[in-house]
Every structure is written in C-alpha cells, then in structure tokens.
C-alpha cells in the first residue's frame, strides 16, 4: 500500500515570497491533516479535513496561509507571503476515520530567508 | 489551553537498559493516548496505542492513569535501534491530535 505522498522535499524561499506544498494521502482516507513542526517541538496541527471539508482550522494563520481539498483527494497548502518564523517541516497525514491512527508523509522542509 | 508535557531529555543509556518516559496532560476530557516515535529527519510513527489497562508490545509497556492525568512509556532492554524521539499525544474525542515535544532517547554500546 503506497503512503503518504508529499513535495517537494525541499523548499528555500526568501521572505515574502509565496510557496505551496502539496499532499496526496493513502487511497481511501477521507481524513487529512497539514501540522506544522518547528524544530525541536513535536508536530501542531494547522488544519483538519474530512473529505473536502474543513474540520478544524483553528491554528491556521489565515491572513497567510490557506489550504485546500477540493476533491477530497489531494491537498495544497498555501503560504503568502512566507516569514522567516514560517520556516519547518510541513508534515501531511491521513487516518481513515477522524483522529484514529494517523500515517505521516515524509514531510517538506521549508527554510525562509 | 490543552497541552502534554514531556521531559525533553536527553536520556542518554547504554545497551541493555530499561528507560521510562513520562508525559502529564491537561485535558481531563482526553480520551485517546499514543506514544508516537520520531526518528532524526524523519516523520512520525505510530509505536503503540496507550489503553487504561495498560498494554505491552515486546519490550515496550505503556501505561495510563487517568486519575493523575499522567502516561509512561517503558523500553526494556535498550537497543541501538531504539534511538529516537519519542512523541506523547492525546486527544479529547471529536478534536484533533495533541502532541507533546518529544523525549530524545540515545542508546549507546
């Protein structure tokens, strides 16, 4: 069964600047998660999704970032403009039902600038 | 806020030992327990559900006591391969996962 797919890997981006980070979660999982890791600190979540709805967005900063799950499927997270504090690992990760056993992608470490 | 604490270690043992992780929780609605392990650059994994009877997988023994809002990982005979942060999560039923920061475990020969 393939995992969690995510990319890219890598990201170096200057301030300001945009960046988006896409996630395609284990076939059948209608549960996806966007967490955020700075280092030395475990994973916050940043966003929930059940199918193409938002469960949980509460640690999201909105006024920059945003995600998407249009079909339910695949996801996108959107930073814009990036800050230097914006700078860790964006782990992805899906469950089949919502907050049971959670499977992580390899994650996308992000540096700012 | 609801948060999980841990000690962030190092816990720096030889081969051979046996090695006990804490974490104390907030919520004392938290209904669900999870020792993830996370290996240096790498995602995390889950290493075992954490049940109120407490449960054993080989040389790893969770334990729970809701009363003190307190959960224990327990690693017997330390292998090199046991090196690893290991991650405390809780959740309240219905809302998202909760990580602690991780405990750093070093296992040397």
């Known amino acids: 069964e393939a995992g969690v797919a995510q990319s890219p890997r890598y990201k170096i981006i200057e301030k300001r600047q945009s960046v988006a980070f896409w996630c395609n979660p284990i076939?059948?999982?209608?549960?996806l998660y966007w967490y955020q890791q700075i280092l030395g600190q475990g994973p916050k979540l940043l966003i929930q999704?059940?199918?193409?709805?938002?469960?949980?967005d509460s640690q999201l900063p909105k006024d920059r970032f945003s995600a998407e799950r249009l079909k339910g499927v695949d996801s996108t997270l959107k930073i814009q403009p990036a800050k230097l504090e914006d700078s860790a690992v964006y782990l992805c990760?899906?469950?089949?039902?919502?907050?049971?056993?959670?499977?992580f992608g390899p994650g996308t470490r992000l540096t700012v600038t | 806020r609801k948060e999980v604490e841990q000690d962030p270690g190092p816990f720096n043992v030889p081969e051979g030992a046996t090695v006990a992780f804490n974490c104390t929780y907030s919520?004392?609605?938290?209904?669900?327990f999870f020792w993830y392990r996370q290996d240096c650059r790498k995602e995390p994994k889950l290493l075992m559900s954490?049940?109120?009877s407490g449960n054993e997988d080989g040389r790893f023994t969770a334990q729970l006591n809701r009363a003190s809002q307190y959960i224990s990982l327990l690693i017997r005979d330390s292998k090199l391969s046991d090196s690893a942060t290991y991650l405390c999560?809780?959740?309240?039923?219905?809302?998202?996962?909760?990580f602690g920061k991780g405990t750093t475990l070093s296992v040397s020969s």
């Open positions: 954490v049940y109120s």
């Open positions: 919520n004392s609605a938290s209904q669900s």
């Open positions: 999704f059940q199918n193409n709805g938002v469960v949980d």
């Open positions: 076939s059948g999982h209608a549960t």
């Open positions: 999560v809780v959740n309240e039923a219905g809302t998202a996962l909760i």
């Open positions: 990760a899906s469950s089949s039902l919502p907050n049971y056993e959670q499977y």
